[in-house]
């Protein structure tokens, strides 16, 4: 008698593969950006041709477009790869004025021994050169102070005399020339042209999704139903018209359903049947949008404390404390361990050890409201916020206890130093 041969298949997940890849921030996303574009091609090829100074606020919320439609202009614009634009994220700088130092090492500034003395000699440097410099400020609202002097000087370096300065300015918010900076609107010499990049509309996103996808060269549409792509559009830019977020929700419900192939194995017996949840439908968007990108979290936080611990609530405000006047993105769990111990000490709270507070990382993570990097050395593992900072704040933010761990800058010990000596 002849037997039928029955082995398990191992499924081809190439596709899957593909198509999250064509999905990462990598790639520069200009779909939809045409008059954005166009505006500030024509401020950089107008200030280069005629050798003029300039500045222009670039705004918009986060995912909208601003930096890669920027970083892609510099690169295929002759004449500004000529000037050797230079970038600076302020997102990163332990104070505002400590932007100088990092500019007069991108200009190739000697060292100087003071601030001031670092100041003058970069004025002195844009007042002497007799060709464009572009200098690209990117974070910008993160150089806010309490007199905003640092923000004033540096919009006011294109009127210096024979400045051939070129300032690009980016940030989120859209009124920070007026309400901030009052004097630039009345300063005709130093007011810089305005641009906004709006949120994403619905249209914008599925055609970003789709050219993504088509340039995958992968039949993605057998692991991504049309409908799915249209749902997750519309629910984004009901949100905050945020690019990076649909690319994200994308990647991961296509890595989810990667995750169900590899660990269904088939029986294969001349056919080979589909596993369960192979392909991305509107359900599979939906959960993932809700678990790590929608406002689930925020309102299980806000109506439900009982089911957020105490001590979860003060960790993520750690990190909050942390990004906001350290004005670094992450930090280690070993220095959050720190400051968490401190927070806790200055207002006589019970603390957690080092086991159980780990523990409340590997939690967080768990919830998708932090991110934590692989290491070795699990003190050294870099952790950060998942959550938008604007959404972990509004879930805590009507909390006093949570407000004043927001601001005891003092918990942050040594970064707190290094912001209160900046050089």
């Known amino acids: 008698l002849e037997h039928n041969v029955i082995k398990l ?4 997940v190439s596709t899957y593969q593909a198509v999250r890849r064509c999905l990462s921030h990598n790639l520069t996303v200009l779909v939809g950006r045409d008059e954005e574009v166009r ?3 024509q401020f950089l090829e107008t200030h280069l041709r005629d050798s003029k100074a300039g500045a222009m606020y670039i705004s918009g919320a986060p995912g909208t477009g601003k930096t890669a439609a920027l970083t892609s202009i510099l690169n295929t614009m002759k004449e500004a790869r000529k000037s050797s634009p230079i970038w600076v994220n302020c997102m990163g700088l332990t104070c505002s004025s400590a932007v100088y130092k990092r500019i007069a090492s991108e200009l190739s500034i000697p060292a100087q021994t003071t601030e001031l003395k670092t100041l003058k000699a970069i004025e002195k440097h844009f007042s002497k050169q007799h060709k464009n410099i572009i200098l690209v400020l990117d974070e910008i609202d993160q150089l806010e102070s309490r007199h905003q002097e640092v923000l004033y000087t540096i919009f006011e370096w294109p009127s210096l ?3 051939k300065l070129l300032l690009l300015a980016i940030a989120n918010r859209l009124d920070l ?3 901030v900076l009052p004097r630039l609107t009345s300063a005709s010499n130093c007011a810089p042209q305005r641009l906004h990049f709006a949120p994403y509309s619905k249209q914008q996103i599925v055609a970003i999704l789709m050219d993504r996808l088509n340039k995958s060269e992968a039949s993605w549409r057998d692991i991504i139903r049309p409908n799915a792509i249209q749902f997750l559009s519309g629910k984004v830019a009901s949100v905050a018209g945020d690019a990076r977020r649909a690319l994200d929700v994308c990647r991961r419900a296509v890595e989810t359903c990667q995750q169900n192939v590899q660990q269904q194995q088939t029986l294969k017996q001349g056919v080979s049947s589909t596993p369960a949840n192979s392909i991305v439908d ?10 790590v990108y929608g406002s689930r979290v925020v309102t299980a936080i806000t109506t439900a404390p009982a089911s957020f611990p105490l001590q979860q609530k003060i960790l993520l405000c750690c990190l909050l404390l942390v990004q906001r006047h350290a004005k670094q993105k992450e930090t280690t769990v070993g220095k959050l361990q720190e400051i968490y111990s401190r927070v806790c000490s200055n207002r006589q709270m019970p603390t957690v050890d080092a086991s159980e507070f780990l523990s409340l990382c590997s939690l967080l993570n768990t919830r998708a409201m932090i991110d934590i990097s692989k290491t070795k ?6 952790v950060g916020l998942r959550l938008d900072a604007a959404e972990a704040e509004g879930a805590l933010a009507d909390r006093e206890l949570m407000m004043q761990i927001l601001d005891d800058r003092e918990a942050l010990g040594k970064l707190a130093k290094k912001i209160n000596n900046p050089l």
């Open 161 to 163: 005399q024979h400045s």
């Open 39 to 41: 505006v500030m091609t």
């Open 9 to 12: 298949h191992k499924p081809d």
């Open 282 to 291: 509107m359900s599979s968007v939906m959960r993932i949008f809700n678990e």
């Open 377 to 382: 050395d699990i003190r050294m593992a870099k």
């Open 177 to 179: 020339t007026e309400r």
